[in-house]
């Protein structure tokens, strides 16, 4: 038998986003008996931790939650750990040679944009490096073309949307450069999904007669929920009643609840924060709207499919591959008008809406869990 291949894969934490629970859905779904693999976390936390299987050895390097406050009694401990990762980071040789214990790896694995520089640096030159890049870097702050071109040193660039390979195209300077991106969809379980949203909804009231707009995400202001707060007050004001449901947490929750105050809508906007099971609550209510100002490939999109939701969509990377170029949800405008013009539509014309059902209703979905978990071991097997 052949040795096992030995990967090295690098994620800030398992906190809830959608990169996070790809990578442990991934993980749990691959064989145990192909592949040694060290996941390398900055932050040992997360709601995914308990997910991924014991045969993957976890290192970290941090230990704690993650501090998104400025209060006094978290500057030093915030600073104590952004100082150990920079050092690290600057100086991987103490990584590999302290935390890795000099371990050799035929491959090693950034599951995020975020670690390109942390495995590029890497003092291990015979590996072969992969990314993951989840996130349409022409919309994210910092990347200009130079930055993103940084990419190629890769050997191989997965991408999970039509908009990004696109992206990695246009900015590849030859063929050599064009193969080393590889798009593949994001593997999820859609049986996990379905079962789940069975579960009874808690702490929450759903009224038959007020429609309910729900929203999911990391509370980050690439989200847009402060757009769906305050269409969400405008609406009210043109005495259309209806609900909104925004489910997560992040660094900008505080932000948010506050500016739901503000505009004075405590009485029919709910922060719910973080839960475990977010599908009841997809199922109970009467949309899902996606009010991103950019995304990678919106896996929340994929469970709102599963599930046969009606689907308001700001047109975002990925948002027209998902709903089938319009044929299974309402894509709108990317701005607070276009929000607005797709929650007054559901509201005032609630009947448009049944023609995305009725195509759900037959819709196979072209994004298999086990297809893509293949391939990316495909890939791996190859380098």
């Keep these: 038998m052949t040795d096992k291949k030995k990967i090295l894969i ?3 934490s398992l906190r809830h986003g959608g990169a996070e629970k790809v990578l442990a859905t991934f993980l749990k779904n691959l064989p145990s008996d192909q592949y040694e693999i060290d996941l390398l976390l900055n932050l040992y936390s997360g709601k995914y931790l308990s ?15 993650m501090i998104t406050t400025n209060r006094i009694q978290d500057i030093l401990p915030k600073a104590k750990r952004v100082i150990y990762q920079n050092i690290l980071k600057r100086f991987p040789t103490l990584l590999y040679k302290g935390k890795l214990k000099n371990k050799k790896y035929d491959i090693e694995f950034a599951a995020i944009h975020g670690m390109r520089d942390e495995i590029l640096n890497s003092p291990l030159q015979s590996s072969k490096k992969v990314v993951w890049i989840h996130n349409d870097l022409s919309e994210v702050k910092g990347y200009s073309d130079e930055e993103i071109k940084k990419f190629f040193n890769f050997d191989r660039i997965l991408v999970i949307s039509k908009k990004i390979e696109d992206l990695f195209y246009d900015l590849a300077e030859n063929d050599f450069e064009k193969r080393k991106v590889i798009r593949i969809y994001n593997p999820l379980d859609t049986q996990e999904i379905v079962s789940k949203a069975e579960k ?3 702490n929450y009231h759903f009224e038959e007669t007020v429609p309910t707009f729900v929203s999911v995400g990391t509370v980050f202001p690439q989200k847009g929920f402060d757009r769906l707060l305050r269409t969400h007050k405008k609406l009210l004001d043109e005495g259309l009643k209806h609900k909104v449901l925004i489910i997560g947490d992040g660094y900008d929750f505080e932000n948010i609840k506050k500016l739901k105050s503000e505009l004075g809508i405590d009485e029919s906007a709910t922060m719910l924060g973080f839960t475990d099971n977010p599908y009841p609550y997809f199922k109970n209510a009467s949309f899902y709207i996606l009010s991103s100002r950019y995304e990678g490939f919106p896996t929340v999109l994929f469970e709102a499919i599963t599930l046969k939701k009606k689907i308001i969509a700001t047109e975002v990377s990925g948002v027209k591959e998902m709903l089938d170029n319009g044929e299974l949800g309402l894509i709108v405008e990317n701005s607070e008008d276009g929000i607005y013009e797709g929650m007054k539509k559901a509201l005032e014309e609630p009947i448009f809406f049944l023609k995305y059902q009725e195509n759900l209703k037959n819709y196979e979905m072209p994004f298999n ?8 071991s495909r890939i791996l097997d190859e380098l």
Excluded: A, C, H, T
Aim: proline share 7%.
């Design 200 to 202: 009874p909804v808690i």
């Design 10 to 12: 690098r994620i800030g």
């Design 51 to 65: 997910e991924i299987p014991d045969w993957i050895n976890i290192i970290y390097l941090n230990k704690g939650e």
């Design 369 to 376: 869990l086990e297809n893509s978990v293949n391939k990316i």
